[in-house]
């Protein structure tokens, strides 16, 4: 069942977490390593880098103990909501665009999760306005994630 244009995805956000790391042989890789040591999954992840640093923004399924396994592992880290919405075809990426342009959303950057718990494609977009952009992609018929479709 897709939610109701008024649904507040306030209540239960996707988090994000950006990484700011050295840009280093093997950096990327500790990360992950020591997530995937205690159980936590990368649903998504892009990263950007520059000549002495990276941002590693990932999407996780358990936001709590990657928050406190970034913290104890010496990671320096900012958390932010985003907004997640789901798509069953390239074809719908149009849709989701047409969507943010129609309320006037301004869009900071895209990236896809890499799997899902349902095995469905989704985008993670960094908004302006998420609860804006939620009602418009709700109105449109798009499915936007809370933490709980994300978490296994």
């Known amino acids: 069942m897709l939610p109701s244009p008024s649904t507040s995805i306030a209540a239960d956000p996707v988090r994000q977490f950006s990484v700011f790391a050295e840009n280093r042989v093997g950096r990327l890789s500790d990360l992950i390593v020591r997530l ?13 880098d520059t000549i002495d ?3 590693i923004r990932l ?12 913290a104890s592992g010496g ?5 932010a909501e985003i907004l997640a919405v789901e798509i069953s075809a390239e074809s719908e990426l149009k849709g989701v665009l047409a969507a943010l342009l129609e309320a006037e959303v301004n869009i900071h950057y895209v990236y896809s999760f890499i799997k899902r718990p349902e095995g469905k494609s989704a985008l ?7 609860e804006i952009a939620a009602q418009s992609l709700n109105h449109r018929g798009f499915k936007v994630l ?3 479709d994300i978490s296994r």
Do not use: G, W, Y
């Open 124 to 130: 993670v977009i960094n908004v302006e306005d998420t």
């Open 146 to 148: 809370c933490q709980r």
């Open 59 to 70: 999407v996780v399924d358990d936001p709590d103990k990657a928050r406190e396994l970034l």
């Open 53 to 55: 640093s990276a941002i």
């Open 75 to 79: 990671f320096a880290f900012h958390e």
């Open 36 to 48: 995937q040591a205690n159980e936590v999954h990368v649903m998504a992840i892009t990263v950007l």
